[in-house]
Every structure is written in C-alpha cells, then in structure tokens.
C-alpha cells in the first residue's frame, strides 16, 4: 500500500487524490463499484476527514467516481462515445459495446400535437400523436431518457407494441414498411430537473446533453420528434470532420 508521506511538499489531500487515481486505474475497484468509506481511508492513511472530502472532489471533478446521497462515493462507468452521423437505434448501440440493452417505460398515450412540435413535424396543430417516453439503461445503469412523438396516422396502433424488448424503430420498419432515412438535430447541454434527476439517478442539477431530433421516413415525410436526455457523465458525443 502507497503511504501518505508527512514531510512532503505535496498536500495530504493531493497525495490521497494521486494514490486514490492510481487505484482506480488499476482496476482495484471496478466500475460501478463502491469504493471505501471516509471513515475507512481516515483509518488506512491516517489523515483527516477534509483530507479525503477534498481527494475525493478531485476524483469527482474529474469523472472518475460519483457520489450517490445514503450509499457512498462510486467508481464512474467508462463514458460511452454516440457518433452523430447515423440513425442507429440504443439497443443495436449497446449490443455492439458488448453491454446488455435495457428499457422501462414511463409513459405511453396520444396526444395533441402542440403549435411547436407541430410546427417541427410540419403537420397541423392538434394532428394526433404517438408519445413513448423510455428510460434507457446498459447493464442496468439508467443512460438516458427519450420522449418520442409520432405523427400517429403514419402508424396507427403503434403504442400497442412491447417497447421493452422491440426497439420503436424496428416496428416502424416491420410494421408500417417506415424506414428512417435521415434526420435532423439539434443539442445543447442542460440541467436535470427534479424528475430528470430522479429517473437517471443522478443529483438534480447535473449536467445532460440535450438531443432534439427530428427523423424523416422514405420521400422526405417528417415521421418523429425525438427528445433524448443523455447523462453527462455517461456520454462523450463524437463526430468525424473532413477538410
């Protein structure tokens, strides 16, 4: 075990922060797993409260553990890169990262279309709507949420699938012959909300990036306004550049 060294110019705090890193990065504890107490690393290095408080905001500042109120502090997940070039649905994504897909629905009903989402979808105000809103998880670690709006007359019946295991976009292909061809997308970062912040698990006031997109099918016909609040802790966006 690395020592604290009393009489060096470095801090106790930037030396528990530096031991604590190399830890992590050795793999001794894994992600996701909770990593030792205060109380634990006061008694194993022999420093103070604010000495470990202040190592573990460091570690924290940096991404690599989290603080969860009641359990303790976390290894963070590797971050996931999302490319920003290609329709791909979350399960297909996840499935080729190796990690197991999971989906909870929070809500499903039909809707009015308001002046705005109408307006993005180029239907008239009031048109119904399909609305699925999902919480997405990798094995089992809550991702992101997506609100999706279908114009509901290009799939009637669509929210009587089993979202849960059916990625929404393989029943519009399957179903409805609706493949989606192209989108076009906006994002922004944001803060989680108090219902945000409670889906995801995460502190409300985290940082999310904001996806809103709207997916065209065959001929050029808006068919879905696309929400998504992806975790900022979870997710590095990525796109290729060309000169």
Same mark, same amino acid.
């Given at each position: 075990?690395?020592?604290?060294?009393?009489?060096? /110019? +470095?801090?106790? $705090?930037?030396?528990?922060?530096?031991?604590?890193?190399?830890?992590?990065?050795?793999?001794?504890?894994? /992600?996701?797993?909770?990593? /030792?107490?205060?109380?634990?690393?006061?008694?194993?290095?022999? +420093?103070?409260?604010?000495?470990?408080?202040?190592?573990?905001?460091?570690?924290?500042?940096?991404?690599?553990?989290?603080?969860?109120?009641?359990?303790?502090?976390?290894?963070?997940? /590797?971050?996931?890169?999302?490319?920003?070039?290609?329709?791909?649905?979350?399960?297909?994504?996840?499935?080729?990262?190796?990690?197991?897909?999971?989906?909870?629905?929070?809500?499903?009903?039909?809707?009015?279309?308001?002046?705005?989402?109408?307006?993005?979808?180029?239907?008239?105000?009031?048109?119904?709507?399909?609305?699925?809103?999902?919480?997405?998880?990798?094995?089992?670690?809550?991702?992101? +949420?997506?609100?999706?709006?279908?114009?509901?007359?290009?799939?009637?019946?669509?929210?009587?699938?089993?979202?849960?295991?059916?990625?929404?976009?393989?029943?519009?292909?399957?179903?409805?012959?609706?493949?989606?061809?192209?989108?076009?997308?906006?994002?922004?970062?944001?803060?989680?909300?108090?219902?945000?912040?409670?889906?995801?698990?995460?502190?409300?006031?985290?940082?999310?990036?904001?996806?809103?997109?709207?997916?065209?099918?065959?001929?050029?016909?808006?068919?879905?306004?696309?929400?998504? $609040?992806?975790?900022?802790?979870?997710?590095?966006? $990525?796109?290729?550049?060309?000169?």
């Amino acid at each position: 075990m690395i020592a604290i060294i009393p009489d060096s /110019p +470095v801090s106790f $705090y930037q030396q528990l922060y530096s031991i604590l890193r190399k830890e992590i990065a050795r793999g001794t504890w894994k /992600p996701g797993e909770r990593m /030792p107490s205060e109380m634990e690393l006061i008694r194993i290095y022999g +420093v103070s409260r604010i000495t470990v408080r202040q190592a573990f905001d460091l570690l924290v500042n940096e991404g690599l553990v989290y603080r969860r109120r009641g359990s303790g502090t976390f290894v963070t997940m /590797p971050p996931i890169e999302h490319g920003l070039n290609r329709i791909i649905s979350f399960t297909e994504d996840m499935q080729r990262r190796g990690l197991h897909p999971g989906t909870r629905i929070i809500s499903s009903r039909l809707e009015p279309a308001s002046t705005i989402v109408a307006a993005r979808l180029g239907i008239e105000t009031g048109t119904e709507l399909a609305v699925l809103e999902r919480l997405r998880l990798a094995d089992g670690t809550p991702m992101s +949420v997506e609100h999706s709006r279908l114009v509901h007359r290009h799939c009637p019946g669509i929210l009587d699938g089993d979202y849960t295991s059916t990625p929404l976009h393989e029943a519009l292909r399957d179903r409805y012959g609706i493949r989606l061809v192209r989108a076009s997308q906006a994002i922004r970062a944001v803060n989680a909300d108090g219902k945000l912040s409670e889906i995801l698990a995460v502190a409300e006031g985290t940082p999310l990036f904001y996806i809103e997109r709207v997916s065209f099918q065959q001929g050029g016909i808006p068919v879905e306004y696309l929400q998504i $609040y992806h975790r900022g802790d979870r997710y590095v966006l $990525y796109n290729e550049l060309i000169a």
